[in-house]
């Protein structure tokens, strides 16, 4: 089936600096990939859409010039947290589904567990 | 907001079935209904989704009231693995994934 994979897992960094996490569809091409953000205890909630080669449509009250999405290809998009703060600190998982398979839903990532110190 | 409701938690016992309900009753006619789990620290998984009939996979089966404002997601033999956040979500295809807050659901031995 389809696998998505997120990268890293879990990263740490120090308040001020930026993060990267990537999301990539291993054995198949996804236009759209979606980011969330989970706090501890509550549901996921979804951050943005992502579109292979144009803008990232945001949801409302998510800071787009905080929260950096590039989809540069079918099967990678990036996530990067600039100047995070530990208020950043959140589950960032990502998923996307394969073209024409769109009404079985979408593959998520295994998260990535950002802590901000 | 969700358009679905779900009990906050509910517990079942190993090799058990575990039915877990779900309202949506302002469904409307073009929109699916899909079942993820999300195993603690781990992405959500896909289960299970339909429209009107009953729907039935390795994982799960998925039963759907006639008039469409409810469902309950069927785990015939519950697993402590099984142990998870269960979401009911109503959606469009290839419509955005919006959670709800889904029914904890614990396996106990």
């Known amino acids: 089936g389809a696998v998505v994979s997120q990268h890293p897992s879990w990263v740490i960094c120090k308040s001020g600096t930026s993060v990267k996490i990537e999301c990539r569809s291993l054995?198949?091409?996804?236009?759209?990939m979606f980011w969330y953000r989970q706090f501890p205890k509550q549901s996921l909630m979804l951050m943005a859409t992502?579109?292979?080669?144009?803008?990232?449509?945001?949801e409302q009250g998510v800071e787009k010039d905080k929260f950096l999405i590039n989809h540069a290809s079918l099967t990678l998009s990036t996530l990067t947290v600039t100047s995070a703060h530990p208020e950043d600190s959140s589950f960032y998982i990502c998923?996307?589904?394969?073209?024409?398979?769109?009404?079985?839903?979408?593959?998520f990532g295994s998260g990535t567990r950002l802590t901000v110190v | 907001d969700a358009k679905t409701t779900q009990p906050p938690s509910m517990d079942c016992a190993e090799g058990r079935a575990a039915n877990l309900p779900c309202n949506h009753s302002t469904i409307s006619g073009n929109e699916y209904v899909y079942w993820y789990r999300q195993i603690h620290s781990q992405g959500p998984q896909y289960i299970i989704h339909?429209?009107?009939n009953n729907e039935t996979n390795e994982m799960a089966s998925l039963i759907i009231t006639e008039d469409r404002k409810s469902s309950t997601l069927i785990l015939p033999h519950a697993t402590l693995r099984d142990t998870a956040v269960y979401y009911c979500?109503?959606?469009?295809?290839?419509?955005?994934?919006?959670f709800g807050k889904g029914t904890k659901l614990t396996v106990n031995p």
């Open positions: 998923s996307a589904a394969a073209l024409g398979t769109l009404s079985y839903g979408y593959t």
């Open positions: 992502s579109n292979e080669g144009s803008k990232a449509t945001y």
């Open positions: 054995d198949f091409q996804a236009t759209t």
């Open positions: 979500i109503v959606r469009v295809e290839s419509e955005k994934l919006v």
């Open positions: 339909g429209l009107k």
